[in-house]
């Protein structure tokens, strides 16, 4: 019997991380929509204003929040990268290697980059932040590495 398929969700700190922030993100929307309705906030922006602004921080939160929703599956001939966009796959044979990227907004954070063999596809880029085990390593360690 095969090991795989193996699941791999994002850690549960990272998934409190992110659904706190996406929280925090809307708790300013709102305060900030409500305290300029009542008049407790001096009003600085239109109507449309807060429409726009409110409608931005709602999709910046909703993004935040499904992030928390990442999986990683690893195959005997693949793996998947699942999102709430969709799933992202590649085969082995599709497969060029890995290389350790610095990704997140300030380039501080360490991640994978799944290379694929045609030039033509975009990398895949693995959360930094999933619950691994050995399987996970072992299964790593079958892929080249391009950067050493």
């Known amino acids: 019997m095969s090991e795989y ?13 992110a659904r706190f922030t996406a929280l ?3 708790s300013v929307a709102v305060i900030g929509t409500v305290g300029q309705t009542m008049g407790w906030i001096r009003r600085t922006i239109s109507p449309l204003g807060f429409v726009l602004v409110d409608s931005f921080f709602a999709v910046l939160a909703a993004d935040i929040w499904l992030s928390a929703e990442r999986t990683v599956t690893l195959r ?10 969709g799933t992202r796959s590649l085969n082995r ?5 890995r290389r350790f990227v610095w990704g997140g907004r300030y380039r501080s954070v360490h991640m994978y980059l799944i290379v694929p063999v045609d030039s033509h596809r975009k990398g895949m880029k ?3 932040s999933l619950k691994i085990d050995h399987h996970f ?9 391009l950067d050493a």
């Open 24 to 26: 925090l993100l809307v």
């Open 76 to 85: 005997d001939d693949g793996i998947d990268l699942t999102t709430w966009r």
């Open 93 to 97: 044979s599709e497969i060029l290697g």
């Open 137 to 145: 390593l072992s299964w790593m360690n079958t892929i080249p590495r």
């Open 5 to 17: 398929p193996r699941i791999y969700p994002v850690t549960t700190s990272y998934r409190v991380y």
């Open 126 to 128: 693995l959360p930094p």
